[in-house]
């Protein structure tokens, strides 16, 4: 069964440090989020990708956080200068957009931890 | 309003009984309806899409009432497998935000 795969599942880090986090969505998906859950918390909208841009985001986005899709494969999210709030576990996902039913439908991959000491 | 609330929960149920969980979303423009599991540390996996005609899987039963904006998911003869957070789940359209409630967490009971 086709799968997203995030690296690395988990990452401590230092506050003030940039972090990459990164994720291959299933290959013929077409949309792409990053999601964040706190400890103990809900899931939470960071952005959704399309087409080589940003088709949406969310309050919790600002300027420290960046996505790119920087060749067919990978789609990675970036937050350039960590703070102890950003402790999270961060979801990739991706959808496909035939339009089928069923298609609308999230996939996650396992997630990524992240501490930020 | 908050877009998606569910029940706080938690519910503890023993083997055997059948739980039902309500969620209610703001957003009247909402187009696709899901019911996602959480296990604890992991990710939202899919349980089931929530049709307007209602739909059944197994032992699982979800309703979706498009006038009251409101979404069930009904489980019946539960299993210690089951224990879990079930997360009500609803989207506008293709590339928009996936909008997740906060989650009713069931445990049952042996």
């Known amino acids: 069964e086709p799968e997203v795969t995030q690296t690395p599942s988990h990452q401590v880090t230092q506050m003030g440090q940039e972090v990459i986090l990164r994720c291959v969505p299933i290959?013929?998906?077409?949309?792409f989020y990053w999601y964040r859950q706190i400890l103990g918390q809900k899931v939470e909208f960071l952005v959704s990708?399309?087409?080589?841009?940003?088709?949406?985001k969310s309050e919790i986005f600002d300027d420290q956080f960046s996505v790119e899709r920087p060749d067919g494969s990978n789609f990675t999210l970036k937050i350039r200068s960590t703070k102890l709030e950003d402790s999270a576990m961060y979801f990739c996902?991706?959808?496909?957009?035939?339009?089928?039913?069923?298609?609308?439908?999230?996939?996650f991959g396992a997630g990524s931890r992240l501490t930020v000491l | 309003r908050k877009e998606v609330e569910q029940d706080p929960g938690p519910f503890n149920v023993p083997e055997g009984a059948t739980v039902a969980f309500n969620c209610t979303y703001s957003?009247?423009?909402?187009?696709?309806f899901f019911w996602y599991r959480q296990d604890c540390r992991k990710e939202p996996k899919l349980l089931m899409s929530?049709?307007?005609s209602g739909n059944e899987d197994g032992r699982f039963t979800a309703q979706l009432n498009r006038a009251s904006q409101y979404i069930s998911l009904l489980i019946r003869d539960s299993k210690l497998s089951d224990s879990a957070t079930y997360l009500c789940?609803?989207?506008?359209?293709?590339?928009?935000?996936?909008?997740f409630g906060p989650g009713t967490r069931l445990s049952v009971l042996p």
């Open positions: 990708f399309y087409n080589n841009e940003i088709s949406e």
């Open positions: 789940v609803v989207n506008i359209g293709y590339g928009q935000n996936f909008v």
């Open positions: 290959s013929n998906h077409l949309y």
């Open positions: 996902a991706s959808t496909s957009s035939t339009g089928a039913s069923g298609a609308n439908v999230l996939t």
């Open positions: 929530v049709y307007s």
């Open positions: 957003n009247s423009a909402s187009q696709s």
